[in-house]
């Protein structure tokens, strides 16, 4: 009863998996990365007795833009698709007298019923489509809860610390590697994995990596207050920090991030600020308006006190005498360094060559000079040896030219 029981399912699910079939998935919604393809069948349609996870040779699985498409066979991958358009799996081991002749399909038909009565009547094989979300999914929020390190380098002042800063925004990320997320993450799914599963994981994950992202960035020049401007090259040092993580072990990679709003330690804020400060002091202009400016709405509040009396008045009047010194002084320091060196004077030129500069100053190359007809100076000189010469010493005796 048994064998005869075995022989009858062996036959109607070998008949019943010879229809050729249609795969298709709709648009996935953006809180699915990966779901099982599941074959399309109208009220129309005989096919309504074929095994689920049976895919029958010649069968056609259409790919939509922003998916990418996997047939697993006893649990490997044995086809994959990234071009929407439509796909026949011509080299199923489910054979079909619909495709691929007839003749060589009844045979391998015939070897199919026999292999599936040794299983008494299963199929003895799992065959599964499975379609990816490839699309950028956005509106992942991230906010860090303690304040993360961030090097705050000012050359203009010689700071070189480091501070808190906390930072919310939201970032996007997409599927980059099917094959690798499949290996790694989702496997065979019944249905769908959707992005619950895995978002708080890589959520943690990118707020450890935004300490040594932040390191980069300062290393590139960029102040934290200026981190809204420059999303790119976070998100840029972002995937060069989760490569490891993300990209090379689960194929997901950051496509953008987004910052909301971030903020510094008051303390430490505080303290660059007062720095910036003083290092603005430097410039003898700038201190004397700031000086003039404390000084003004110094003396406007002492004349507002309707109490202070006449000595007041005139002690007002003696410190409004010494800034405007100060403030002068101040003033004439920065024209000073504001004002260019004054220019070295000129070389005197060099005599050409043969020419001969004159006691009065002019370069001349003739006997005579220009300017005042003095006579060129003779080079030569007669020793007292009686030899000529023409250099400091007499070659013969030693003796010294006479001045």
């Avoid at 922003?66 to 006893?74: K, L, S």
């Avoid at 050359?155 to 808190?164: Q, S």
């Avoid at 309707?306 to 003033?331: D, H, K, P, T, Y």
Wanted: proline fraction near 4%; glycine fraction near 12%; charge should be neutral.
């Amino acid at each position: 009863m048994g064998l005869l029981q075995a022989g009858i399912g062996a036959l109607s699910g070998v008949l019943a998996d010879q229809w050729r079939e249609y795969f298709y998935c709709e648009g996935m919604p953006e809180n699915v990365l990966a779901v099982k393809g599941v074959k399309r069948t109208s009220g129309r349609s005989s096919n309504y007795k074929g095994e689920d996870n049976i895919i029958s040779n010649g069968s056609i699985i259409a790919v939509n833009e922003g998916q990418c498409m996997m047939i697993v066979e006893q649990g490997a991958i044995v086809e994959f698709c990234a071009e929407p358009g439509e796909f026949v799996w011509d080299s199923s081991t489910e054979p079909s007298i619909f495709y691929g002749g007839l003749g060589n399909g009844i045979k391998a038909t015939w070897e199919q019923l026999k292999k599936r009565f040794t299983f008494g009547g299963d199929t003895g094989k799992d065959q599964r489509v499975y379609y990816f979300n490839t699309k950028e999914l956005i509106g992942n929020k991230y906010g860090t809860a303690n304040p993360v390190p961030f090097r705050v380098v000012d050359r203009n002042v010689g700071l070189d610390m480091d501070i808190g800063i906390r930072c919310f925004g939201e970032y996007s990320y997409r599927m980059s590697d099917p094959m690798l997320f499949y290996k790694n993450v989702c496997g065979n799914i019944a249905s769908e994995y959707t992005r619950d599963r895995i978002d708080s994981q890589l959520k943690t994950e990118l707020l450890t990596a935004l300490q040594p992202a932040f390191a980069k960035i300062s290393e590139m020049g960029i102040r934290y207050s200026a981190l809204p401007g420059h999303t790119t090259e976070l998100a840029s040092v972002l995937n060069d920090v989760l490569s490891e993580q993300w990209k090379k072990l689960r194929g997901v990679e950051v496509v953008s991030v987004g910052v909301s709003s971030i903020t510094a330690n008051e303390e430490d804020e505080k303290m660059i600020k007062e720095l910036q400060r003083n290092a603005a002091f430097r410039d003898p202009k700038m201190a004397g308006a700031h000086l003039v400016g404390a000084q003004a709405a110094a003396m406007q509040a002492a004349a507002a006190n309707e109490n202070a009396g006449a000595f007041m008045g005139f002690a007002g009047m003696n410190m409004a005498q010494n800034a405007a010194g100060n403030v002068q002084g101040l003033f004439q320091m920065g024209q000073q360094q504001a004002a260019p060196a004054p220019a070295a004077p000129a070389a005197p030129a060099a005599p050409a060559a043969g020419g001969w500069t004159c006691a009065c100053g002019a370069v001349n190359t003739g006997k005579f000079c220009s300017e005042c007809g003095a006579k060129k100076p003779s080079d030569e000189w007669t020793c007292a040896c009686g030899v000529v010469n023409k250099g400091k010493f007499c070659p013969e005796c030693g003796a010294k030219r006479p001045e």
